[in-house]
């Protein structure tokens, strides 16, 4: 008989932080759906959310530190892996400056506590400007604009959707992640309460 468990969790793949619902039948992932229960994300998902299963199981991941030799890929130890990383780092900030080293940061470190402690302590340690994000490639905008209208690049906004007339949006979907920076649950249903109030208005550059 199989064993067949539900594991309630949270996606960490955007800033919307939807909640999930992985059902998995002996070890194996059988499906990923929007947990209903959920009391932000109403059961809503997106096909990221969906496509973990894909990139738990991909056949290619990385799982262990590997290193080239003789143009072949092996393993070896955390251990000796870390000690060759810092040997490079050195060795290139010595030889080029600070700034030879490139850092980017995805989205899923800010939904893990031991990188939300030590990155910030390692960044300050590698001395370089050239620091890139998720951030970097779809929210600068926000920052900017919240910086020269409010004082500071995290004084961002929110919407109050729920009490508007006139929704004007301008090159979004708000339905890919359940409102993306606006995250707001159930966004489906309060922009269809806003075209019932009023009209919803899209501006889309494509």
Not at 69 to 98: C, F, M, T, Y
Not at 108 to 119: D, E, F, K, W
Request: net charge neutral; glycine share 8%.
């Amino acid at each position: 008989m199989s064993a067949s468990k539900t594991h309630f969790r949270t996606c960490n793949l955007c800033e919307a932080m939807c909640g999930i619902a992985i059902k998995v039948e002996d070890g194996v992932i059988t499906s990923i759906k929007g947990d209903e229960d959920d009391s932000f994300s109403r059961g809503h998902i997106c096909p990221k959310a969906i496509a973990l299963k894909d990139l738990y199981e991909d056949p290619d991941r990385i799982r262990r530190p590997l290193h080239k030799v003789d143009g072949e890929w092996q393993e070896l130890s955390w251990d000796d892996a870390l000690d060759k990383v810092a040997a490079r780092i050195a060795s290139l900030q010595a030889e080029h400056g600070n700034d030879a080293m490139g850092v980017y940061l995805g989205n899923p470190n800010v939904h893990n506590t031991g990188s939300i402690l030590m990155s910030g302590g390692l960044l300050r340690a590698l001395k370089t400007k050239n620091k890139f994000s998720a951030t970097s490639v779809d929210q600068l905008p926000h920052h900017i604009v919240c910086w020269k209208m409010f004082g500071h690049q995290l004084r961002i906004p929110v919407p109050d959707i729920d009490n508007t007339d006139h929704f004007l949006m301008f090159g979004a979907n708000p339905l890919a992640s359940n409102g993306s920076i606006m995250s707001v649950a159930d966004v489906k249903q309060r922009l269809k309460d806003v075209r019932k109030r009023g009209k919803l208005v899209v501006v889309d550059p494509r």
